[in-house]
């Protein structure tokens, strides 16, 4: 558990009840190990209530989180299926998360993100500091700014971008309470992204948000983080772009730029057999279920793809020197 665990309790309930339609990007700090290495594991769309395999991808993650001696756990969204929470005691939470990622390895703090099913629901439940008293491992904002020493990970609610999910051209009703107007509320977002990583002096800059930008399973590209987000990444060169919503594990590198586009979307239920092909330039995919494990040094980061069993199918690695680093 991170040690200054209570002090971000304590703003989260700040937030919670003093919050507005601002996306103000808050801080967070997460101390990396003595000798300033890191690991992680990463993993979305999971929240089943252990169905589709959900409490077997949890099993594993929870044997490589203890091999690794992780630091902490990012969910990249779609935390609670199929319409979010609908409240602070809804006991999906428990069903779905604290009873489920009951390892030894997995008993780190958790960071996550909100992904479209959550929208669906009471969201200001997840975001509630209330469900910190019955799991205190749980972290969810809209936004927000981890910095872990030797990288800074930012984490951006993607949801509010699809325009589809306002125009409830799928059925279902959203959540946009804090959020509305949707343009202000995109433009200060982006406003405070562009300003956190020209101001980041961490070797590694990786995004975290629920919504694909480039994907070659159901979802596919989503076209508004194209437009408005990837440009940022790229003018402040961001290694990675970490996601969920399409439910594979995949790897996608940017031909014009040193973005890696990662997808962990295979928490629980996967979309078998659903490949769509575009002319991006495609690294690795597995149409399964699965997770990611992360290891970061100041100059190295290795991140590996695992299946359900634990079997690492894909392993990226990244290197490069930082003469300036403070």
Known sequence: MAPSFVALSLFILQSFLFSSSSSELHRFDHPAKKDG?????????????????????????????????IDFVI??????????LTGVDDTAFEESFANIFTAEGLQKQWYAVLGNHDY???????????????????????????HAEIADFIFVDTTPFV?????????HLYDWREVSPREQYIDNLL???????????????FVVGHHTMRSVSEHGD??????????????????????GHDHCLQHISSRDSSLHYLTSGGGSKAWRGIYIPNDDKLQFFYD????????????????????????????LSLTKQFLNYL
């Open 37 to 69: 290495s890191l690991s992680l594991l990463v993993v979305g769309d999971w929240g089943r209530k252990g169905l589709y395999n959900q409490s077997q991808v949890a099993e594993k993650m929870g044997e490589i989180g203890k091999e690794l001696d």
């Open 120 to 146: 669906r629901g009471d969201v200001l439940s997840q975001l509630s500091p209330i469900l910190q008293t019955i799991d205190s491992r749980w972290l969810c904002l809209r936004s927000f700014i981890l």
């Open 222 to 243: 989503t076209e508004e983080l194209l437009e408005n987000l990837l440009p940022i990444l790229k003018e402040n060169g961001v290694d990675l772009y970490i996601n």
């Open 191 to 205: 406003k405070e992204l562009n300003e956190a990583l020209i101001e980041s002096r961490a070797p590694w800059k």
């Open 288 to 315: 399964g279920q699965g997770f990611l494990s992360m290891q970061l040094t100041k100059t190295s980061v290795t991140t590996v793809f695992n299946d359900a069993f634990g079997q690492a199918l894909h392993e």
């Open 163 to 171: 325009v589809k999910y306002w125009t409830q051209s799928e059925g």
């Open 75 to 84: 969910s990249t969204g779609d935390n609670f299926y199929e319409n979010g």
